[in-house]
């Protein structure tokens, strides 16, 4: 069973950035589509972005252009890079994974594999 485990969440300033890595243990060499999802209390679930297998990227409008995911493969590893954070990117922070492809999708049905999140605090 694959399992996610997310870290580099924290307190940071408006403007400022932060990191966020995904581990994959008990690794799946079927692992597909990866991506980073954001949640606050009341609210779904929002797909932030996502990367496929070959690398081909997508993101949702809320934070293209200040956020960047990437993987490494070899390390089995997925990151986001946050900057110019603002007071609404204030959320728990997941990672997931499917092994099946997503075409680039971020609907969070199309993800079997979550991790428990990490927590981001942006302040104004």
């Known amino acids: 069973q694959v399992q996610l485990v997310e870290s580099g969440g924290g307190s940071v300033q408006a403007g400022g950035s932060l990191r966020l890595s995904c581990t994959v243990s008990r690794y799946n060499p079927n692992i597909d589509c990866m991506a980073w999802f954001r949640q606050t209390p009341g609210k779904q679930r929002e797909g932030l972005a996502v990367?496929?297998?070959?690398?081909?990227?997508g993101y949702a409008d809320s934070v293209k252009g200040r956020f960047t995911i990437s993987r490494d493969n070899a390390n089995h590893t997925l990151y986001l890079q946050m900057n110019t954070l603002k007071p609404e990117d204030t959320a728990m922070y997941y990672c997931?994974?499917?092994?099946?492809?997503?075409?680039?999708?971020?609907?969070?049905?199309?993800?079997?594999?979550w991790g428990r999140g990490t927590r981001v605090t942006v302040s104004s």
């Open positions: 997931a994974a499917n092994t099946y492809g997503c075409a680039l999708n971020l609907h969070r049905a199309l993800y079997g594999y």
């Open positions: 990367i496929d297998r070959g690398g081909e990227t």
